[in-house]
């Protein structure tokens, strides 16, 4: 009996500890390693598409899993440093794809390329945020234009109803994994609020700045209130967050990196998905650690 009962518990103890792996995974999508985060990410994502949530919560798997098989460190599987990428290629397969079949499959591909371009990176010690995503789903959309164009979803242009500034930010938090819903951005701002406060506030402030002056460089302000020119702000906000003035500097200068370079990617017809934020960090951690090298040679 009591064999049993150990039996029961051992088995209860490894299926919540897989679930807390794949929920951090959807959670460090903004960088954020709590599985109550991932969750709320998960119901939010659901909220607004139940076949991206299918498709985020299926690749964070994939993903996971061949972290385990390829026997990657246990401690960042545990993490969930092999699921983010992963689970954004899922959803973003589900925006540019009909979720027919075969774009299931490109799915579980995408996941498994993610979380091994993912491990790449961090073998290396390399900052690549959400690079492996971007690479992957730009991957995915040339293949597809180029072998089957069928695939592709038809756009339905999306219309944001008249909004304030505090919403734009909202829904900044939502583009982040593709989610247009002012509901899911607000979900989304909890999720990273209750893991860190400082975070939260700082990625909303960043997205609004973010929106202000995508309207005063004449970016549509369809667009601005769908949260398109704010999301990678956030992204930006969140890494550099911190309780010094220094940080909110640090911050200013991302977001301004991230906006140009959006803009930028617009004019050249480029799909930007999270690389402004990718490429805007990169650039600020450079300036940031050429400033911080003569600070010690004093």
Known sequence: MSLKFNSKNGLLHKSTAIISVILKGLGQIMLQE????????????????????FAALLATVCGTAIAYLLKYDQTEINQGLYGFSAALVGVAVMLFLKPVFWSWVIVVIG?????????FFIKRKFPAYTLPFVLVTWLILFVCNLLNSDLF???????????????????????????????????????VFINSPISALYGLAAAIISAILAFYVSIPVNDINLGLYGFNAVLCAIVFAGPQVKDGIW????????LAISLLMLK??????????????????????????PEKAV
């Open 153 to 191: 979803a038809v756009s339905v242009p999306a219309i944001a109803q008249a909004s304030d500034s505090l919403t734009d930010g909202f829904k900044s938090f939502g583009q982040v994994i593709f989610q247009s819903s002012l509901l899911s951005g607000i979900l989304f701002f909890l999720a």
């Open 111 to 119: 996941a498994v390329l993610a979380a091994i371009l993912q491990h």
């Open 251 to 258: 911050v200013l200068i991302s977001l301004v990196l991230a």
């Open 268 to 293: 050249i017809g480029i799909t930007k998905l999270t690389f402004p934020f990718v490429l805007a960090t990169w650039v600020t951690l450079f300036l940031k650690n050429r400033i911080r090298k």
């Open 34 to 53: 709590n599985s109550m985060t991932g969750l709320l990410f998960l119901i939010g994502i659901f909220y607004g598409s139940l076949a991206m949530g």
